[in-house]
């Protein structure tokens, strides 16, 4: 409780200690006109010193009103009254949904587009996509619906290089991942993503691109000029690392060093640390370190936490599936002696009810309890006391010994032909051995098989029966209370041999056809101070 109340006390201290601190760097954060200034020599001398990788007048690729269309992204959007099911660059659904384009403008070529993808007219001219309009009202450009379209051969590297133009900006980057590099400046303008051509086409001052820098070049305000310098990212990058900032495009309500028109100019981490004061850094240092300070006692303590949990569901686990079974052989025999309770004297009589009345008490509390037992501290979910067995085949036959009485010949014992020494914890041994044993007769099919193999350093147990298994894998069916549909248990036998498995160090597997189990225990040469019972 006292470690909990002073993670309290420092998470709150540092949530003071945090806005603190960014009140001060606050305060650094704000441009000066020194810092305007120099950002405007930084500007200048980048240019001055980097070479752009194109120069790209706009108005000589698209010279008219109808062809800047073809730059910006809304035309790409489907006109008003278009059907959205039809496929225009396919033969199929011929002039359907034409009449409530028959009132719009160059509904002719619109007319002309659906005879030629239907086969009314083999081919059209090249002056069909060079003048306008340029864009079908399904939002895709006449070119590229050609393209698709594939008539007459239209999609061949040849034809559309001579047309590239005609396409709108945003088909390119499709284009040319079918017929390769576009080359010049289509080239760079497919790699202009949706924004960036909408402030293009809006006449943008400075464009920031994932690949490139635009920066507009100006003109006197008579002439109506959109050209572009294009310079590579990775060239802006290289000039800036040596300087005190970096660039990135402004967010509309994100905080801004200096607003730069649509971009925002940010400090680097280390320069905001030279020009904090030494006091604030030795103060940001120190809340890091008491951050990870308290991260880690944090950790330690869920994880400690989980721990001892854990060990108290196990103990919890092995308990109520342990006293069952001699709870239960107990209330056989009271059942029994119920029958003869008529000739009991009084005095046996009196025992006799006491003794049903703690039975049936100790049955209750094994099946109701849901208190998690007091557990020792360690590491070990379970104590190992290994010990060294002198014939490996005497105590493997002990065990099955109960279910050979009792199933006969339904149960085969194949032990090795050579006995073995072998160091391992007896108890804990039973109880993987006895549970797989006797799940193999309750849930299985007899006959049952139990087959012992020595490997180096290790024995390997399978016990095999004929019965089909409703399970999908071993990490179901070994899940707290996972019960089959004709099981009567506690659901926890198998989870108790999983984890018991797992504390000793060894292996359990599971395959169908037949049911087999495989548990492979290492042997364990006991160290000093590890022999607990």
């Known amino acids: ?175 040319s991942r079918s017929i390769g590099d ?24 400075t464009i920031l691109t994932e690949d490139f820098l635009l920066a507009r070049i100006t003109y006197p305000s008579f002439f109506s000029i959109l050209e572009y310098r294009f310079y590579a990212r990775d060239d802006l990058e290289s000039f800036l690392k040596d300087s005190p900032y970096f660039l990135h495009n402004h967010r509309f309500g994100r905080s801004c060093f200096y607003q730069d028109g649509q971009l925002c100019w940010e400090y680097r981490v280390g320069h ?29 303590r869920l994880k400690n936490q989980k721990h001892e949990d854990e060990k108290r569901r196990l103990a919890l686990r092995i308990l109520g599936h342990e006293f069952r079974t001699p709870i239960t052989s107990m209330l056989l025999l009271m059942e029994k002696l119920n029958k003869k309770y008529d000739t009991m004297d009084d005095e046996v009589q009196e025992t006799f009810l006491r003794m049903s009345s703690e039975v049936y008490r100790l049955q209750r509390l094994t099946e109701t309890s849901r ?18 067995i002198g014939s490996m085949n005497d105590f493997i036959y002990e065990i099955a010994l109960p279910f050979i009485d009792e199933h006969g010949d339904d149960l085969t014992l194949n032990l090795p032909l050579e006995d073995r020494s072998f160091n391992v914890d007896s108890y804990w041994t039973q109880i ?57 248990g506690t659901g926890l036998g198998l989870n108790i041999v999983k984890q018991v498995v797992k504390e000793m160090g060894g292996d359990i597997s599971f395959s169908p056809n037949p049911t087999t189990f495989r548990v492979v225990l290492k042997k364990r040469r006991p160290t000093k101070g590890e022999s607990l019972s």
């Open 1 to 175: 409780m006292k470690l909990y109340l002073v993670l309290i006390f420092t998470a709150i201290s540092m949530a003071f200690a945090t806005g603190y601190v960014s009140l001060l760097l606050k305060g650094t954060y704000t441009s000066t006109p020194e810092d305007e200034e120099q950002i405007t020599r930084l500007k200048l001398n980048f240019q001055k010193s980097v070479a752009p990788k194109s120069i790209i007048n706009f108005n000589s690729l698209y010279y008219s009103p109808e062809q800047f269309q073809l730059i910006d992204p809304i035309y790409t959007l489907p006109e008003p009254g278009s059907d959205k099911s039809v496929q225009y660059f396919s033969s199929r659904g011929c002039f359907t949904g034409l009449k409530s384009l028959l009132s719009r403008m160059n509904f002719e070529k619109v007319w002309v587009w659906e005879e030629y993808r239907c086969g009314k007219i083999d081919r059209l001219n090249d002056s069909f996509f060079r003048e306008a309009p340029y864009m079908h009202p399904s939002g895709k450009s006449y070119a590229y619906l050609a393209y698709l379209l594939n008539k007459n051969n239209k999609n061949n590297r040849e034809w559309v290089l001579r047309n590239l133009q005609y396409f709108h900006v945003t088909e390119l980057s499709i284009i």
């Open 182 to 205: 576009l080359g010049g400046k289509f080239a760079l303008l497919a790699k202009l993503d949706t924004d960036s051509l909408r402030k293009v086409s809006r006449g943008r001052g």
């Open 272 to 300: 905001i640390l030279t020009i904090a004061n030494k006091g604030t850094i030795i103060f940001l240092f120190g809340l890091v370190l008491i951050c990870v300070i308290v991260v880690r006692l944090l950790i330690i």
């Open 371 to 388: 208190h998690y037992l007091k557990a020792n501290k360690g590491k070990k979910l379970i104590h190992i006391n290994c010990e060294e």
């Open 432 to 488: 993987v051995l006895k549970n797989l044993i006797g799940n193999a007769f309750f849930h299985g099919k007899a006959p049952v098989e139990v087959r012992v193999e020595y490997l180096k350093d290790a024995v390997e147990v399978c016990v095999i029966d004929n019965g089909e298994c409703q399970f999908h894998s071993f990490a179901e069916m070994s899940e707290e209370f996972a019960k089959g549909n004709k099981s009567s």
